[in-house]
């Protein structure tokens, strides 16, 4: 059970290139969301997704597309990266209705 | 949305002192006050949590409280340990599909 997985650990991109992040997770959970961590800002929700074929925003979505096909995976889109995306993302997973999240290791991801 | 602000930004204590940490939130209508440990380099995890039907809740050597009245939830930890230095999370969640996190407590437990 390797629980949520997210790929690449460190990734650094330029201005204007575009790229996904990877997250999956073997729990069959229902539910998984993105979150972007930034120094003294804590931890703040771009999408979640309640079931395959189902995402919303959350409180930073701009610059990030999200799409939920199966149950396992939950990609995260940066279309035209810019600086203000430099932070470390982390996915999470839990079962709905529950509240544990389950946090994947993070990826660190820096716009140059 | 909602806004959770938390406090202290930073913590020391002595080995076997208490630790406590505060978070308010402002919107009434949060059920859900989950609490995150996050070590270096790893992702957050879930150390204890509260429902607003409930007004303390413990397990082991941490303890939650809830006043709902004043919106604010405070974290407990007896006996530190050097193990438990680490930057701690409040959360509070309405529908429990969107979480709004504190500013995060680094906590360090002096031997």
């Known amino acids: 059970n390797a629980g949520v997985t997210q790929t690449p650990k460190f990734q650094v991109l330029k201005t204007g290139q575009s790229m996904t992040l990877q997250c999956a997770q073997d729990?069959?959970?229902?539910?998984m969301s993105w979150y972007r961590q930034d120094p003294g800002m804590g931890l703040r929700l771009i999408h979640y997704?309640?079931?395959?074929?189902?995402?919303d925003q959350g409180e930073v979505p701009n610059g990030y597309n999200v799409s939920r096909s199966t149950t396992e995976d939950f990609p995260l889109r940066l279309l035209s990266a810019a600086p203000s995306q430099t932070s470390v993302y982390f996915c999470?997973?839990?079962?709905?209705?529950?509240?544990?999240?389950?946090f994947g290791p993070g990826t660190r991801l820096t716009v140059t | 949305g909602e806004n959770v602000e938390q406090h202290p930004s930073t913590l020391s204590v002595q080995e076997g002192d208490s630790a406590v940490i505060k978070c308010t939130y402002s919107?009434?209508?949060?059920?859900?006050f989950p609490w995150y440990k996050q070590e270096l380099g790893k992702g957050p995890q879930l150390i204890i949590d509260?429902?607003?039907?409930?007004g303390e809740k413990k397990d082991q050597r941490i303890a939650v409280t809830l006043n709902k009245t004043a919106k604010h939830f405070s974290l407990h930890i007896t006996e530190t340990q050097p193990e438990d230095s680490a930057v701690y999370f409040c959360?509070?969640?309405?529908?429990?599909?969107?979480?709004?996190f504190g500013t995060g407590t680094s906590l360090t437990v002096i031997p």
């Open positions: 999470a997973s839990r079962y709905t209705g529950k509240g544990e999240q389950y």
């Open positions: 729990m069959n959970h229902e539910y």
């Open positions: 997704s309640v079931g395959a074929g189902i995402t």
């Open positions: 919107d009434s209508a949060s059920n859900y």
């Open positions: 509260i429902r607003s039907n409930v």
């Open positions: 959360a509070a969640s309405i529908t429990g599909n969107q979480f709004y």
